[in-house]
């Protein structure tokens, strides 16, 4: 990386980091990162990440970002991406997400994989990851941007850990032994339906796409590890969230998931 580059990630890193700490959304990063392309925007990335587990933050896997045709639509890209999950980021099903903890919150249903084994190759096939995945979950990723009015391309989400804010997954643990292309979602705002799909919208099967992050995370030199908790990517389009919204998302075969997002003053639970 020449001396400009290194110059670059450095401000962008920074950019990112005082957004999320002020709570205030910052100009996108593109600009500095487009002379070292996808590459610069997984540096920043990184250090962001390695900038939380210093801080003492616990890695719990990865998320998966723009899978979905309809979601890369919303947002002007064409390209899956991932990012980092963090324990802090998690909060279980039926609970209450902090809204304050969030900027420009946005909800999509997915299917969490959890893995019994490593998948450390670049060469990771859908098979291997049959093989690796111990269950599945249903799940909710809570994305957000640090960039201000969503206003994103591919080069601002990945170095942005891939604009994700928070996670919810169901308790139903379920063996991944059924075909996940036709697995029906619905996502639900109150009584009234928001966001439908079936996995065929997750890059044609969800499990194509955890072995698609597997060989890229491999490749960046960051393998998946038995353990590791997977969004896998949207099923439908994601939706805005206010405070005081209340979500569930019902998959056919793994059960359901909800949240419920704070009101001014309201505390965590």
């Given at each position: 990386?020449t001396?400009?580059?290194e110059?670059r990630?450095?401000e ?11 709570r ?14 996808v590459?610069?925007?997984?540096r ?19 998320k998966?970002?723009l899978?979905?045709?309809a979601?890369q639509r919303?947002l002007g ?6 990012g980092?999950?963090f324990a ?5 099903s039926g609970g209450v997400?902090d ?6 919150p946005r909800?999509?249903?997915e299917i969490?994989?959890v893995l019994a084994?490593?998948l ?11 093989r690796?995945?111990s ?21 601002d989400?990945?170095?942005d ?8 997954v169901?308790?139903?643990a379920?063996?991944?032994?059924f075909d ?5 979602m619905?996502?639900?705002?109150g009584?009234d339906e928001?966001?439908s ?12 796409a955890?072995a698609?992050?597997a060989?890229?995370a491999?490749?960046?030199?960051d393998?998946?590890?038995?353990g ?28 359901d ?5 704070s009101?001014?003053?309201e505390?965590?639970?």
């Open positions: 990386m001396a400009d580059l110059a990630v450095a962008a890193t920074q950019r990112l980091r005082a957004a999320a700490d002020s205030v959304p910052c100009e996108p990063v593109r600009g500095l990162l487009e002379p070292g392309g590459s610069a925007a997984y920043v990335q990184h250090r962001l990440a390695a900038a939380g587990v210093a801080a003492g933050r616990v890695r719990v896997g990865h998966i970002g899978t979905s045709l979601v919303q890209v064409d390209q899956p991406d991932f980092v999950l802090d980021m998690q909060v279980r997400v809204t304050a903890r969030l900027l420009q909800i999509e249903a969490v994989f084994d490593d450390p190759s670049t060469g990771t096939t859908a098979s291997d990851v049959r690796a995945t269950h599945l979950l249903a799940g909710l990723e809570i994305v957000d941007s640090r960039i201000a009015d969503w206003d994103i391309t591919i080069l989400t990945i170095a850990n891939a604009s994700c804010g928070m996670f919810v169901g308790t139903a379920t063996p991944p032994a996940l292309t036709g697995v029906e619905t996502m639900r705002h009584a928001v966001s799909g079936t996995g065929a919208a997750c890059l044609g099967d969800p499990v194509e955890v698609w992050l060989r890229t491999a490749s960046l030199g393998p998946l590890r038995a590791d908790l997977v969004l896998s990517g949207a099923l439908g389009p994601m939706v805005p969230v206010s405070p005081g919204d209340a979500f569930t998302a019902s998959f056919a075969g793994l059960g998931v909800s949240v419920r997002f009101t001014p003053g505390d965590d639970r």
